[in-house]
Protein backbone atom coordinates (compact mmCIF):
# COMPACT_ATOMS: atom_id res chain seq x y z
CA UNK A 1 0.00 0.00 0.00
CA UNK A 2 1.13 3.76 -0.45
CA UNK A 3 2.16 5.81 2.46
CA UNK A 4 2.82 9.45 2.80
CA UNK A 5 5.44 10.92 4.68
CA UNK A 6 6.24 14.38 5.74
CA UNK A 7 8.80 15.57 7.99
CA UNK A 8 9.59 17.40 10.16
CA UNK A 9 6.57 17.62 11.90
CA UNK A 10 6.30 20.84 14.06
CA UNK A 11 9.07 23.79 13.17
CA UNK A 12 9.96 27.21 14.38
CA UNK A 13 12.20 29.23 13.00
CA UNK A 14 13.41 33.04 12.70
CA UNK A 15 12.38 35.21 10.06
CA UNK A 16 15.20 35.30 7.54
CA UNK A 17 16.26 31.80 7.90
CA UNK A 18 16.09 28.75 5.22
CA UNK A 19 13.31 26.52 5.05
CA UNK A 20 13.10 22.79 3.73
CA UNK A 21 10.63 20.24 4.16
CA UNK A 22 10.79 16.83 2.75
CA UNK A 23 8.09 14.92 1.42
CA UNK A 24 8.50 11.12 0.69
CA UNK A 25 5.87 8.65 -1.10
CA UNK A 26 6.31 5.04 -1.01
CA UNK A 27 4.57 1.88 -2.93
CA UNK A 28 3.48 3.66 -6.11
CA UNK A 29 5.87 5.06 -9.22
CA UNK A 30 5.22 8.59 -10.92
CA UNK A 31 2.97 9.94 -8.66
CA UNK A 32 1.76 13.64 -9.06
CA UNK A 33 3.22 15.52 -5.83
CA UNK A 34 1.42 18.46 -4.12
CA UNK A 35 2.11 20.65 -1.80
CA UNK A 36 -0.48 23.08 -0.29
CA UNK A 37 -0.91 25.35 3.14
CA UNK A 38 -4.03 25.58 4.66
CA UNK A 39 -4.69 28.67 5.84
CA UNK A 40 -7.70 29.84 8.45
CA UNK A 41 -11.17 30.48 6.46
CA UNK A 42 -9.34 29.77 3.01
CA UNK A 43 -8.85 26.23 2.85
CA UNK A 44 -6.17 24.59 1.12
CA UNK A 45 -4.22 26.86 -0.81
CA UNK A 46 -2.19 25.09 -3.85
CA UNK A 47 1.36 26.26 -3.73
CA UNK A 48 3.22 23.54 -6.47
CA UNK A 49 2.73 20.41 -7.81
CA UNK A 50 4.75 18.11 -9.92
CA UNK A 51 4.40 15.76 -12.90
CA UNK A 52 7.73 14.48 -12.65
CA UNK A 53 11.27 14.43 -11.93
CA UNK A 54 12.26 18.33 -12.18
CA UNK A 55 8.67 19.54 -13.77
CA UNK A 56 7.38 21.84 -11.13
CA UNK A 57 4.41 24.06 -11.71
CA UNK A 58 3.62 27.20 -9.33
CA UNK A 59 0.39 27.97 -8.50
CA UNK A 60 0.97 31.35 -6.16
CA UNK A 61 4.07 33.94 -6.67
CA UNK A 62 5.96 33.47 -3.12
CA UNK A 63 8.59 33.26 -1.10
CA UNK A 64 9.04 29.58 -1.50
CA UNK A 65 10.12 27.15 -3.92
CA UNK A 66 9.53 23.26 -4.76
CA UNK A 67 12.25 20.72 -6.37
CA UNK A 68 11.57 16.97 -7.23
CA UNK A 69 14.62 15.72 -6.96
CA UNK A 70 13.81 12.54 -7.14
CA UNK A 71 10.18 10.36 -8.30
CA UNK A 72 8.77 10.09 -5.01
CA UNK A 73 10.68 12.98 -2.85
CA UNK A 74 9.34 16.16 -3.23
CA UNK A 75 10.95 19.03 -1.26
CA UNK A 76 9.65 22.62 -0.49
CA UNK A 77 11.96 25.39 0.41
CA UNK A 78 12.84 29.46 1.39
CA UNK A 79 15.94 31.13 1.20
CA UNK A 80 14.55 33.50 3.37
CA UNK A 81 11.51 32.59 5.29
CA UNK A 82 9.02 35.76 6.37
CA UNK A 83 6.38 36.23 8.93
CA UNK A 84 3.74 35.43 6.47
CA UNK A 85 4.77 31.83 5.20
CA UNK A 86 3.69 30.45 9.04
CA UNK A 87 0.99 27.94 8.68
CA UNK A 88 0.57 24.05 8.37
CA UNK A 89 2.25 22.76 4.99
CA UNK A 90 0.50 19.73 3.07
CA UNK A 91 2.07 16.87 0.68
CA UNK A 92 -0.08 15.04 -0.79
CA UNK A 93 0.04 12.59 -4.19
CA UNK A 94 -2.07 11.17 -6.96
CA UNK A 95 -2.08 9.19 -9.44
CA UNK A 96 -1.00 10.68 -13.04
CA UNK A 97 -4.02 12.50 -13.64
CA UNK A 98 -4.34 15.52 -11.83
CA UNK A 99 -8.13 15.47 -11.25
CA UNK A 100 -7.14 11.85 -9.76
CA UNK A 101 -8.38 11.66 -5.45
CA UNK A 102 -4.98 13.06 -3.44
CA UNK A 103 -3.86 11.67 0.15
CA UNK A 104 -2.36 13.71 2.46
CA UNK A 105 0.42 13.40 4.48
CA UNK A 106 0.52 14.40 7.88
CA UNK A 107 1.26 17.84 7.30
CA UNK A 108 3.74 19.87 9.12
CA UNK A 109 3.17 22.98 11.63
CA UNK A 110 5.90 26.04 10.46
CA UNK A 111 5.99 29.09 13.02
CA UNK A 112 7.99 31.73 11.96
CA UNK A 113 9.22 34.39 14.49
CA UNK B 1 -11.68 33.22 -7.03
CA UNK B 2 -13.14 30.93 -4.98
CA UNK B 3 -14.82 28.09 -7.38
CA UNK B 4 -15.63 25.68 -4.42
CA UNK B 5 -17.46 27.42 -1.55
CA UNK B 6 -18.40 25.61 1.83
CA UNK B 7 -20.49 28.39 3.33
CA UNK B 8 -21.29 27.36 7.13
CA UNK B 9 -17.87 26.97 8.99
CA UNK B 10 -19.32 25.32 11.39
CA UNK B 11 -22.09 23.08 12.44
CA UNK B 12 -22.87 21.33 15.69
CA UNK B 13 -24.95 17.98 15.64
CA UNK B 14 -26.36 15.97 18.56
CA UNK B 15 -24.81 12.23 18.76
CA UNK B 16 -27.24 10.19 17.02
CA UNK B 17 -28.48 12.75 14.71
CA UNK B 18 -28.22 13.40 10.88
CA UNK B 19 -25.22 15.81 10.00
CA UNK B 20 -25.67 17.57 6.40
CA UNK B 21 -22.50 19.18 5.34
CA UNK B 22 -23.16 21.46 2.20
CA UNK B 23 -20.91 22.26 -0.56
CA UNK B 24 -21.81 24.78 -3.97
CA UNK B 25 -19.69 25.14 -6.91
CA UNK B 26 -19.41 27.42 -9.63
CA UNK B 27 -17.32 25.95 -12.55
CA UNK B 28 -20.10 23.66 -14.75
CA UNK B 29 -16.73 21.66 -16.01
CA UNK B 30 -16.67 19.98 -12.83
CA UNK B 31 -16.70 16.41 -12.93
CA UNK B 32 -15.63 14.58 -9.77
CA UNK B 33 -16.29 15.74 -6.21
CA UNK B 34 -14.74 14.26 -2.77
CA UNK B 35 -14.85 15.20 0.68
CA UNK B 36 -12.17 14.93 3.29
CA UNK B 37 -12.08 14.85 7.11
CA UNK B 38 -9.25 16.59 8.89
CA UNK B 39 -8.46 16.44 12.48
CA UNK B 40 -6.44 18.80 13.98
CA UNK B 41 -2.83 18.58 12.99
CA UNK B 42 -3.21 15.75 10.76
CA UNK B 43 -3.06 15.92 6.44
CA UNK B 44 -7.02 15.36 5.45
CA UNK B 45 -8.24 11.69 4.84
CA UNK B 46 -10.47 10.51 1.67
CA UNK B 47 -13.50 10.03 2.77
CA UNK B 48 -16.00 9.61 -0.28
CA UNK B 49 -16.18 11.07 -3.71
CA UNK B 50 -18.60 10.85 -6.72
CA UNK B 51 -18.53 10.99 -10.42
CA UNK B 52 -20.71 13.52 -12.13
CA UNK B 53 -22.47 10.73 -13.72
CA UNK B 54 -24.05 9.73 -10.68
CA UNK B 55 -26.13 12.17 -8.57
CA UNK B 56 -26.06 9.92 -5.10
CA UNK B 57 -23.13 7.61 -3.87
CA UNK B 58 -23.38 5.92 0.10
CA UNK B 59 -20.58 3.91 1.92
CA UNK B 60 -21.57 3.20 5.48
CA UNK B 61 -23.00 6.22 7.52
CA UNK B 62 -21.69 8.50 4.55
CA UNK B 63 -23.85 9.62 1.78
CA UNK B 64 -22.78 11.96 -0.95
CA UNK B 65 -25.43 14.01 -2.73
CA UNK B 66 -24.90 15.49 -6.28
CA UNK B 67 -27.43 17.87 -7.25
CA UNK B 68 -25.91 19.04 -10.89
CA UNK B 69 -28.16 21.78 -11.72
CA UNK B 70 -27.89 23.70 -8.70
CA UNK B 71 -24.35 23.09 -8.88
CA UNK B 72 -24.47 21.69 -5.21
CA UNK B 73 -23.07 18.49 -3.13
CA UNK B 74 -23.78 17.72 0.26
CA UNK B 75 -22.72 15.13 2.35
CA UNK B 76 -24.94 13.43 5.19
CA UNK B 77 -24.06 11.60 8.31
CA UNK B 78 -26.21 9.39 9.83
CA UNK B 79 -26.18 8.66 12.54
CA UNK B 80 -23.43 11.37 13.53
CA UNK B 81 -21.04 10.16 16.16
CA UNK B 82 -18.20 12.38 18.45
CA UNK B 83 -15.64 10.96 16.71
CA UNK B 84 -17.11 12.15 13.62
CA UNK B 85 -16.13 15.70 14.82
CA UNK B 86 -13.17 17.56 12.61
CA UNK B 87 -12.75 19.84 9.37
CA UNK B 88 -14.78 18.50 6.33
CA UNK B 89 -13.61 19.90 2.96
CA UNK B 90 -15.24 19.48 -0.19
CA UNK B 91 -13.31 19.42 -3.43
CA UNK B 92 -13.39 19.54 -7.19
CA UNK B 93 -11.86 18.97 -10.10
CA UNK B 94 -12.49 18.63 -14.16
CA UNK B 95 -10.42 16.27 -15.83
CA UNK B 96 -6.64 17.05 -16.05
CA UNK B 97 -7.21 19.91 -14.10
CA UNK B 98 -6.33 20.74 -10.50
CA UNK B 99 -8.35 20.20 -7.62
CA UNK B 100 -10.36 22.61 -5.75
CA UNK B 101 -10.88 22.83 -1.95
CA UNK B 102 -13.47 24.66 -0.21
CA UNK B 103 -12.56 26.66 2.89
CA UNK B 104 -13.86 23.75 5.35
CA UNK B 105 -16.54 23.34 7.35
CA UNK B 106 -16.16 22.18 11.28
CA UNK B 107 -18.46 19.57 12.39
CA UNK B 108 -18.79 19.28 16.55
CA UNK B 109 -21.04 16.14 17.35
CA UNK B 110 -21.89 16.45 21.20
CA UNK B 111 -22.53 13.52 22.76
Known amino acids: SQTIHQWPATLVQPVGSPLSLECTVE??????LYWYRQAAGRGLQLLFY??????ISSEVPQNLSASRPQDRQFILSSKKLLLSDSGFYLC????????????FGPGTRLTVL | DQQVKQNSPSLSVQEGRISILNCDYT??????FLWYKKYPAEGPTFLIS?????DKNEDGRFTVFLNKSAKHLSLHIVPSQPGDSAVYFC??????????FGAGTRLTVKP
Open chain 1, 92 to 103: AWSGSQRADTQY
Open chain 2, 91 to 100: AASELNNDMR
Open chain 1, 50 to 55: SVGIGQ
Open chain 1, 27 to 32: GTSNPN
Open chain 2, 27 to 32: NSMFDY
Open chain 2, 50 to 54: ISSIK
